[in-house]
């Protein structure tokens, strides 16, 4: 049932580019145009809607933080994101002009739960992004976006997650769509790079045996640290969210910009960090800014582990690691961007003698608040 893996986790990280062309299959016809047809939230109220609320927990909550560049990018309607858990709590502002958008891998996850339905009591539309046909929060939202991951069996979630974000991409272009913010040309350009990252993904998961020899490297350090900026920067704290619950490591994610503002204090000779950097085209100034946070943590002593697309080269004096990813349009980094920081993580628990799909103290939903 392993496919000839030893961990489901490792077998559902192989799934990824199966995963995400099943996500987007015939969600677009041969003229790009989208249909996403379980979305039955009529076009109107998507078109009327002022306001994107996103709430999810865990992995599922870092697709959400991806989401709102895409979505705000792409539409124009603001969107905020919140742990599900936070939610309900804080009395957020809610009426049937918001969207909100619940992302759950199993659907049962019970925070996410009592956050659809306090967002339905408001009077809010609530649409499900979730993997697991016929589960509750599918059930008790007006519509659903399934994804289409197969069953994942492994308590870190990977491809869910990856599907997450294709579906989220679809929700932002289907939403441009109906509003009129994009057009035709730019949804086909878009839908075209989202077909070709599957095989991006086969392509990074093919050099993964150098990250594999870091993590194994590393397994008696104390501490991880990930940097990353702009959709990097939910990516960073994926890839630390990863190594906690697999690993047992203490790991933390930080937007690069924040490093000064305290968590530079925590570098010290050896600290090994993880630096998610963008594509040096497009967004050159984030880029540039990258650049010298690496360096930054670098002459401060910190054993740099550095992601980078091929072909930039600026990074390379500043990494005493380097693990290349295929070029991609910005907001689509993402998708190749966590593959290595799944193996990474994986790799590291196996190697500290952890049981990799079942982690301690960990349940694969949480079906208690
Ligand atoms: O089933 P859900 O997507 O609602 O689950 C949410 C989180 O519990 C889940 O993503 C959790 O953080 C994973 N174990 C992370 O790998």
């Given at each position: ?46 078109r ?65 739960l ?36 197969g069953?994942?069996?492994a ?21 441009g ?21 599957g ?43 990863k ?13 690069a910009?924040?490093?000064k ?63 290349r990813?295929p ?43």
């Amino acid at each position: 049932e392993k496919g000839g893996y030893d961990y489901f986790m490792l077998k559902e990280i192989a799934e990824q580019p199966k995963a995400v062309a099943d996500t987007l299959l015939g969600r677009v016809d041969e003229s790009g145009v989208l249909s996403l047809d379980e979305v039955r939230i009529e076009d109107s109220v998507l078109r009327e809607a002022t306001k994107v609320v996103i709430v999810a927990c865990g992995t599922a909550f870092h697709a959400g933080m991806i989401a709102k560049y895409a979505i705000e990018h792409w539409t124009r309607i603001p969107c905020e994101v919140e742990l599900a858990s936070e939610f309900r709590y804080r009395d957020p502002i809610l009426d049937p002009r918001t969207l909100v958008v619940a992302i759950s891998q199993s659907g049962e996850t019970m925070d996410t739960l009592m956050a659809v339905r306090h967002a339905r009591e408001q009077g809010a539309k609530v649409l499900a992004v979730c993997n697991t046909n016929g589960s509750t929060i599918p059930r008790e939202s007006d519509a659903v976006l399934y994804t289409h991951a197969g069953p994942e069996v492994a308590v870190a979630s990977t491809k869910a997650f990856l599907t997450q974000l294709v579906a989220c991409y679809l929700l932002a272009l289907y939403l441009g769509q109906v509003r009129g913010t994009q057009w035709g040309d730019e949804i086909r350009a878009v839908v075209r790079e989202l077909a070709a990252i599957g095989t991006q993904v086969e392509q990074v998961l093919g050099t993964m045996e150098p990250v594999r020899e870091l993590a194994r490297s590393l397994a008696e350090k104390n501490t991880v640290l990930f940097l990353g900026r702009h959709v990097g920067y939910p990516v960073a704290l994926e890839g630390a969210l990863k190594l906690k619950e697999l690993a047992y490591m203490h790991a933390e994610g930080f937007a690069a910009g924040e490093l000064k503002h305290g968590p530079i204090a925590l570098i010290e000779e050896g600290v090994p960090v993880v630096v998610v950097v963008p594509s040096p085209r497009g967004r050159s100034v984030l880029h540039d800014k990258i650049v010298s946070n690496i360096q930054e943590i670098r002459a401060r002593g910190a054993l740099t582990i550095v992601i980078a697309e091929d072909g930039d080269e600026t990074v390379v004096p500043y990494a005493d690691h380097l693990v290349r990813i295929p070029r991609t349009p910005t907001l689509l980094q993402p998708m190749v961007s966590t593959v290595p920081l799944q193996v990474f993580a994986c790799e590291l628990a196996t190697a500290r003698g952890n049981e990799v799909d079942q982690p301690r103290n960990l349940a694969k939903s949480v079906t208690v608040e």
